[in-house]
């Protein structure tokens, strides 16, 4: 098998936070990696880190005291290039207790270092779309404008007429009605749907080897956010592009995704093909993703009006490093013959079924964290 | 049979709109028709869910029952005594019984008060209970949203989005209300949270037998929730009946839409799109979005209903004489289209 077109190891990216005056380790330690024209969703709570990892694989992790550890290897042009080669140097971390206790940072040397990194990756050979596409839109300049931009600024189409022609194009694929006319519309005359149409072309457009797209349903209608999703699995079948796409919505990560990666508290704690990740009744199953799963009414539930199955309690802040399981106070199958486990030894990410990982003391594998 | 708490008949709420200085001047400006006449009613201890896109007036109703917003036209019946018109005054002893939980999770919080002072603040504010009485009052109100007591010391800015919820809600039954206009009250939380305040929602109705307006987009929770459903679009109802109905043998196109497009999302089958060739793309591209600016003659919906194409664009649809209206199809079912 090839080498994946993306891969990530053991990527960390840390943030201050002023309300809890503490380092919060948003994403603390993942892996992952998504092949050549498949399609990795990571669904996961608000604070469980998905976002975060996007953003740190697209180089936007600049601000303030935010700091990534971790390699992030992008094949590009047969060549593979590590996104944070040398980041290192720009900024010291001091652990204590599993607490970060300080980080200096060389902001200025980050940023530009981070910048030479990122130069002719971001937007090109990683394209970003985002949730509420109207902010992400330049509100000053046309809906075409922008794409003739992109394209002559990515692509080897330089004159302004095929450009426009291009332009044209990509606005007719993401399904916008009359592309030539839409083409002198300004952001602010469009729809929400209209505009994360337009967003998906600008992204696309780039030809990019890889597109991220970050909640691109979230806040849409209930019937816009259905077409949308429509439009990207009829782009992802007629391009092939491979997509790493967040969402805390799993009907959106279940009809987009090749690969699902569930993550919780910082960390993947599951991963396998979508299929054996979410097929019902799955026995093997991380206790988070089965809780996940059940809090979304089924039809049947919805019938006999039954109550809903809530996971207790709330997402934590990954302040420290905890001792056991980032979710035992919250998990309900923990039994007395793993208790000590869960409570006091982070679970490894095992191998229960070729290909299906997953973070518990419930199931036995061999050490292969 | 359980009693009317309330009716609301015929309500308008039309939104004017001037730009510039010309309209301002000649007095001529946009009227935007938010809710449009409206006619529902709500029992005792009953849950009416509200569902509809965004801009379709949901909200706006929700908060014109409560006279948050002063209706244009129609009336509202609220336990037999007709609100629509009365003055500040008159409603203040009734704002106690009718109550709207606000989608903002910060709403009603204020971000210099610690929880103890907003939960005592809103004990206060019709009565002048005694300390002991509060106390034991804000325990129970505790209880009630299932929060620790050790919270009571906390700034709105230290809780969570769940906790930020429960005390929003703690602060409503604080005043003891009987109806409760709950607009989006999941939908700015986590999955998983958003369950617990489900849950919690529907034992606070069985123990404190309190009436919902349940305003959400969220289909699955508002058929879980609801007893009856009405759907909304462009400012009127056009489907209202038993929320099993509802969902499951919906009789305007509308209502079958919304429904579907959830299942669409979550089908993992070849798409619509891809197996209907050129009549599905026709569909997937004239899926627009309503506009006030521009509305249609007749059928509101015309402009986006597959029946409406289907049938060969019929003139019934788009005459202006002829809007639909709500006609009873058996059950209480109502609906407003020339082919249900």
């Known amino acids: 098998m090839d080498a994946p077109l993306l891969a990530i190891e053991n990527l960390r990216t840390y943030f201050y936070s002023r309300a809890k005056r503490a380092f919060i380790r948003s994403v603390d330690g993942v892996s992952l990696g998504v092949a050549r024209g498949e399609t990795l969703g990571i669904v996961g709570e608000s604070g469980s880190g998905k976002s975060v990892t996007a953003l740190s694989a697209a180089g936007l992790v600049t601000a303030g005291p935010g700091v990534i550890s971790g390699r992030i290897d992008l094949q590009s042009n047969g060549a593979r ?17 599993g607490r970060v206790m300080a980080v200096e940072k060389d902001e200025r040397g980050w940023r530009k270092h981070s910048e030479t990194l990122m130069a002719g990756v971001r937007g090109k050979e990683i394209a970003m779309i985002f949730q509420n596409p109207r902010s992400a839109l330049n509100p000053y300049s046309t ?27 990509w606005l007719d694929r993401v399904r916008i009605d009359s592309p030539r006319l839409r083409f002198d519309n300004f952001p602010f005359g469009m729809s929400g749907g209209m505009c994360q149409r337009a967003m998906i072309a600008m992204a696309l457009s780039a030809e990019p080897s890889l597109l991220i797209a970050d ?22 079948a007629e391009t092939g592009i491979t997509t790493l796409l967040i969402s805390h919505d799993i009907s959106v990560i279940q009809r987009l995704s090749d690969r699902i990666a569930v993550m919780y508290g910082g960390t993947v704690v599951e991963t396998g093909r979508a299929a054996e990740v979410l097929a019902p009744g799955a026995k093997m199953r991380h206790p988070y993703t089965a809780a996940l ?61 070729p290909g299906h990982k997953v973070r518990c003391w419930l199931y036995p594998t061999e050490r292969n964290a | 049979m359980s009693r009317t708490i ?33 006619s529902f009613y709500l029992r ?37 005594r007709d609100i629509t018109k009365l003055s500040r005054a008159e409603l203040r002893p009734l704002r106690r019984e009718m109550q709207m939980i606000f989608q903002d999770l910060d709403a009603g919080l204020n971000p210099r008060m610690r929880v103890r002072d907003i939960l005592r603040e809103a004990l206060t504010v019709y009565e002048r209970p005694s300390d002991a009485l509060i106390t034991s009052r804000i325990h129970w109100l505790l209880e009630q949203v299932s929060l620790k007591d050790s919270k009571l010391a906390n700034f709105p800015s230290e809780l969570s989005g769940g906790e930020k919820r429960r005390v929003g809600i703690a602060r409503v039954l ?64 056009v489907e209202m009946g038993l929320a099993e109905n509802i969902a499951h043998q919906p009789r305007h196109p509308y209502t079958g839409i919304l429904w579907s497009s959830l299942a669409d999302k979550q089908s993992t089958e070849v798409s619509l799109y891809a197996r209907g060739g050129a009549a599905a793309e026709r569909e997937h591209r004239t899926w627009g979005v309503f506009d006030f600016e521009q509305p249609a003659s007749g059928c509101r919906f015309a402009p986006r209903c597959p029946l409406y194409r289907d049938k060969g664009r019929p003139a019934v649809c788009t005459d202006p004489a002829s809007e639909p209206q709500l006609r009873d199809v058996g059950h209480g079912h109502v609906v407003a289209c020339h082919f249900a």
């Open chain 1, 293 to 353: 799963l059940a809090s979304i009414p089924s039809a049947e539930m919805i019938r006999r009006k039954s109550y809903l199955q809530a996971i207790e309690g709330e997402v934590l802040d990954t302040i420290e490093v905890p001792r056991g399981c980032r979710f035992y106070g919250r998990c309900n199958r923990v039994t007395e013959a793993i208790r000590d486990n869960c409570s006091g030894h982070e679970p490894p990410l095992g191998e229960v079924a």
């Open chain 1, 143 to 169: 809906i075409g404008k922008q794409l003739v931009e992109t394209i002559r600024l990515h692509t080897s189409l330089k004159g302004e007429n095929e450009a426009r022609e291009r332009a044209i194009h």
């Open chain 2, 44 to 80: 005792e201890n009953e849950t009416v869910g509200l569902v509809g896109e965004s801009g379709c007036g949901k909200t706006t109703i929700g908060r014109t029952v409560l006279r948050l917003t002063d209706p244009s036209s129609g009336r509202i019946v609220f336990d037999g």
């Open chain 1, 215 to 236: 909640e691109p349903t979230t806040g849409l209608d209930a019937t816009i956010q259905s077409r949308i999703v429509e439009l990207l699995a009829q782009l992802k």
């Open chain 1, 81 to 97: 290039r590590n996104l944070l080669d040398g980041l290192e140097n720009y900024a010291r971390v001091t652990e204590e207790d």
């Open chain 2, 174 to 237: 604080a005043v003891r209300p009987r109806l409760i206009v709950a607009d989006e009250p999941t939908s700015a939380l986590d999955i998983s949270i958003q369950a617990q305040v489900v849950n919690l929602l529907r034992d606070l109705q069985r123990d404190l037998g309190l009436t919902y307006l349940f305003i959400s987009h969220d289909l699955p929770v508002v058929e879980l929730v609801s007893q009856k459903v009405a759907v909304m679009y462009l400012g009127r109802i």
């Open chain 2, 6 to 38: 309330l009716e609301v008949t015929d309500l308008r709420k039309h939104y004017s709109q001037r730009r510039g200085l010309v309209s301002r001047l000649t007095g001529q400006g946009r009227v935007i028709p938010a809710v449009d006449g409206v």
